[in-house]
Protein backbone atom coordinates (compact mmCIF):
# COMPACT_ATOMS: atom_id res chain seq x y z
CA UNK A 1 0.00 0.00 0.00
CA UNK A 2 1.27 3.12 -0.75
CA UNK A 3 1.68 6.10 1.82
CA UNK A 4 2.50 9.37 1.67
CA UNK A 5 3.02 11.33 4.77
CA UNK A 6 3.82 14.96 5.12
CA UNK A 7 5.26 17.02 7.98
CA UNK A 8 6.06 20.18 9.09
CA UNK A 9 2.78 22.21 8.83
CA UNK A 10 2.15 24.95 11.08
CA UNK A 11 1.70 28.38 12.08
CA UNK A 12 4.31 31.07 11.26
CA UNK A 13 4.37 34.89 11.19
CA UNK A 14 4.61 36.52 7.85
CA UNK A 15 8.32 36.41 6.70
CA UNK A 16 9.05 33.54 8.28
CA UNK A 17 9.93 29.89 7.13
CA UNK A 18 8.66 26.80 7.06
CA UNK A 19 10.34 23.60 5.44
CA UNK A 20 7.45 20.64 4.74
CA UNK A 21 8.39 17.03 4.62
CA UNK A 22 7.10 13.85 2.98
CA UNK A 23 8.00 10.41 2.98
CA UNK A 24 7.09 7.91 0.81
CA UNK A 25 6.18 4.11 0.91
CA UNK A 26 6.57 3.98 -2.94
CA UNK A 27 9.09 1.21 -4.47
CA UNK A 28 9.41 3.60 -7.77
CA UNK A 29 9.77 6.68 -5.78
CA UNK A 30 13.07 6.97 -7.50
CA UNK A 31 11.16 6.82 -10.68
CA UNK A 32 8.32 9.25 -10.40
CA UNK A 33 8.55 13.15 -10.67
CA UNK A 34 7.15 14.35 -6.86
CA UNK A 35 4.62 17.13 -6.71
CA UNK A 36 3.72 19.17 -3.81
CA UNK A 37 -0.06 21.19 -4.02
CA UNK A 38 -2.36 23.27 -1.60
CA UNK A 39 -5.57 24.10 -1.07
CA UNK A 40 -7.26 27.02 0.29
CA UNK A 41 -10.97 26.97 2.40
CA UNK A 42 -13.12 27.50 -0.75
CA UNK A 43 -10.55 27.14 -3.71
CA UNK A 44 -9.37 24.42 -5.49
CA UNK A 45 -6.07 22.62 -4.90
CA UNK A 46 -3.55 24.59 -6.77
CA UNK A 47 -0.09 23.46 -7.91
CA UNK A 48 3.00 24.79 -5.92
CA UNK A 49 5.88 22.77 -7.24
CA UNK A 50 7.67 19.65 -8.36
CA UNK A 51 10.61 18.10 -8.94
CA UNK A 52 11.36 15.32 -11.77
CA UNK A 53 12.39 11.99 -10.59
CA UNK A 54 16.29 12.71 -10.42
CA UNK A 55 16.28 16.49 -8.64
CA UNK A 56 17.69 17.72 -12.58
CA UNK A 57 14.63 19.68 -12.99
CA UNK A 58 12.11 21.52 -11.29
CA UNK A 59 9.31 23.82 -11.60
CA UNK A 60 7.33 26.50 -9.68
CA UNK A 61 3.93 28.40 -9.77
CA UNK A 62 4.59 32.00 -10.50
CA UNK A 63 3.21 33.07 -6.96
CA UNK A 64 5.97 30.70 -4.55
CA UNK A 65 9.07 31.46 -7.37
CA UNK A 66 11.80 32.57 -5.87
CA UNK A 67 10.83 31.94 -2.33
CA UNK A 68 10.35 28.24 -2.28
CA UNK A 69 12.48 25.13 -3.53
CA UNK A 70 12.07 21.48 -3.80
CA UNK A 71 14.18 18.84 -3.02
CA UNK A 72 14.60 15.19 -3.14
CA UNK A 73 16.67 12.87 -1.56
CA UNK A 74 16.06 9.39 -3.43
CA UNK A 75 18.22 7.42 -1.04
CA UNK A 76 15.41 8.39 1.89
CA UNK A 77 12.42 8.56 -0.20
CA UNK A 78 12.06 11.66 0.87
CA UNK A 79 10.85 15.14 -0.89
CA UNK A 80 11.16 18.23 0.79
CA UNK A 81 9.47 21.80 0.31
CA UNK A 82 11.50 24.84 1.68
CA UNK A 83 9.26 27.88 2.58
CA UNK A 84 10.77 30.86 2.84
CA UNK A 85 9.32 34.87 3.25
CA UNK A 86 6.05 33.15 3.82
CA UNK A 87 2.95 35.54 3.11
CA UNK A 88 -0.55 35.15 4.36
CA UNK A 89 -1.96 34.37 0.98
CA UNK A 90 0.28 30.90 1.53
CA UNK A 91 -2.27 29.80 4.36
CA UNK A 92 -3.47 26.42 2.98
CA UNK A 93 -3.42 22.72 3.24
CA UNK A 94 -0.26 21.81 1.65
CA UNK A 95 -0.48 18.23 -0.51
CA UNK A 96 2.48 16.09 -1.18
CA UNK A 97 1.92 14.16 -4.49
CA UNK A 98 3.47 11.23 -6.51
CA UNK A 99 3.48 11.66 -9.86
CA UNK A 100 2.66 9.03 -12.94
CA UNK A 101 5.87 9.10 -14.88
CA UNK A 102 9.05 10.69 -14.79
CA UNK A 103 8.45 13.94 -15.99
CA UNK A 104 7.19 16.79 -13.84
CA UNK A 105 3.51 18.25 -14.53
CA UNK A 106 1.52 21.38 -13.02
CA UNK A 107 -1.73 19.42 -13.65
CA UNK A 108 -3.39 17.19 -10.50
CA UNK A 109 -4.32 14.67 -13.36
CA UNK A 110 -0.56 13.60 -13.57
CA UNK A 111 -0.41 12.41 -10.16
CA UNK A 112 -1.50 8.82 -8.77
CA UNK A 113 -0.74 9.09 -5.02
CA UNK A 114 -1.45 11.81 -2.28
CA UNK A 115 -0.78 12.85 1.23
CA UNK A 116 -2.95 13.45 3.66
CA UNK A 117 -2.11 17.25 3.67
CA UNK A 118 -0.60 19.43 6.30
CA UNK A 119 -1.78 22.60 7.47
CA UNK A 120 0.17 25.79 6.69
CA UNK A 121 -0.88 29.04 8.35
CA UNK A 122 0.77 32.73 8.49
CA UNK A 123 -0.56 35.38 10.04
CA UNK A 124 -0.27 38.76 9.39
Known amino acids: QVQLVESGGGLVQAGGSLRLSCAAS????????MGWFRQAPGKEREFVAAINWNGGDTIYADSVKGRFAISRDNAKNTVSLQMNSLKPEDTAVYYC?????????????????WGQGTQVTVSS
Open 97 to 113: AAGRGYRISTFVERYDY
Open 26 to 33: LRTFSNVA
